[in-house]
Every structure is written in C-alpha cells, then in structure tokens.
C-alpha cells in the first residue's frame, strides 16, 4: 500500500466555521508533511512533522492548527479561515525526516480542495 | 537551500523526446536532486532522484554533469498524457526535498 488518503477531498466552509482535513498512510512512513498549493503555483510547504512531533513550522498563521495523533495519522485543523486562505491542501508522507545519506522519494495524496466563503 | 530555476513551460509533439534542464548553482556536497510530476488538482508523484552521472528508470532518464550545476529529466516518446507540471527538486544536507520551485508546464500536442 503506497498511498496517503487525504479526506474530505472538497471542502467549503464559511469564515466563521470550524473544520478539519485529514491524512491517513499506512507505509510505516515516519515523517508527514501539509502543503497548501494556490492555482498555477508551487506546493508551499507548512509544517512537517517526524516521529509524531512538530519538526518545521514555516510562519504558518495560527488560524492553521497542526496535529498528529499517531505515526499513520495527520490532522489540520483549521479555524476563522480568510477567503485567500482558498488552495489545495495537500498531505505527504516519507521514510524518515531529516534524512542522511541516500536520499528516499515523498508520496503525496490527491488533496483537500478547499474553499473559504 | 539550493535556488532552482526550470523553463516556465515547453510544448513538444506526441512520440517525441522531451528534455527539461534545472539549473541549481548552489547545490550542496551531499545534496539529491528529485523530479516530480503533477497533474492538475493532484498531488504530485515521484519520477527520478539522482545524485551525479546517469540516472534511469522505466518512465525517465536524470542527466547529471560533472559539477551538479544542472541536470536535465528526459522524458522517451512523450504522450498526450505527460501533460503536467514537473519540479525539479534538491535537497538540503541530511534533509528531505521539501521546497517545490516553479515548476515546468509541459504540454503535448497531438
């Protein structure tokens, strides 16, 4: 099984709500990882977590909130969003982070594409 | 961070080879280059990781020079399905290849 499973694959909610994207991998993968991704441009990292603990946090706002309950899982919750905060959020798991030596391949899932209304 | 920096986009023919350089003067002593594809509204997928010289698999070929400046993904015979994005990725000593740079836009055309 080679694949991260991110639900719910759309998602609207308004700028008040409260909502979570979730990310699932069963790879024995060590590392996960949340990108957001704007139309035509790069995936932008946020935050990524090894052996269960927040490793990189890229000056993401606060309203984005982090979580993972175990090494197969990974949460983000997500509140007062803002419209621009609109992207696909996508989820990504590899061996082990950092890495040393040979360096190993990241499997993403499809996304969360979601929409602040 | 090694910068990278790709063409914006290429069109190329269906059958025909397609060949995209990334530049990455910075590139660091133990640093891997990775290419990725990714179609729209999907996340993006692995092709090739290399470190130096001649890399291939079933689907690419990474070329690497001597000095690691650049490096260039092949793509044999392209079809009018590897229309995608690909990034050219390198990564930071003993860390992942986390930071997408711009991407190609490559299009096939029948």
């Known amino acids: 099984d080679t694949e991260v499973t991110q639900t719910p694959k759309h998602l609207v909610m308004g700028m008040t709500n409260k909502k979570s994207l979730k990310c699932e991998q069963h790879?024995?993968?060590?590392?996960m990882y949340w990108y957001k991704q704007k139309a035509k441009k790069p995936p932008e990292l946020m935050f990524v977590y090894s052996y269960e603990k927040l490793s990189i946090n890229e000056s993401v706002p606060s309203r984005f909130s982090p979580e993972c309950p175990n090494s197969s899982l990974l949460n983000l919750h997500l509140h007062a969003l803002q419209p621009e905060d609109s992207a696909l959020y996508l989820c990504?798991?590899?061996?082990?982070?950092?890495?040393?030596?040979?360096?190993?391949?990241?499997?993403f899932g499809q996304g969360t594409r979601l929409t602040v209304v | 961070l090694a910068k990278t920096t790709q063409p914006i986009s290429m069109d190329s023919y269906e059958g025909q080879e397609v060949n995209i350089t990334c530049s990455h003067n910075?590139?660091?002593?133990?640093?891997?280059i990775t290419w990725y594809q990714q179609f729209p509204s999907q996340g993006p997928r692995f092709i090739i990781q290399?470190?130096?010289t001649k890399v291939t698999n079933e689907v690419a070929s990474l070329f690497i020079p001597a000095d690691r400046k650049s490096s260039t993904l092949s793509l044999p015979r392209v079809s009018l399905s590897d229309t995608a994005v690909y990034y050219c990725?390198?990564?930071?000593?003993?860390?992942?290849?986390?930071?997408f740079g711009t991407g190609t836009r490559l299009t096939v055309i029948p």
């Open positions: 910075n590139i660091a002593t133990n640093d891997y």
């Open positions: 790879m024995g993968h060590r590392a």
């Open positions: 990725l390198v990564g930071e000593t003993g860390a992942n290849n986390l930071f």
């Open positions: 290399g470190y130096k």
């Open positions: 990504a798991s590899s061996q082990d982070y950092p890495r040393g030596g040979a360096d190993t391949e990241a499997f």
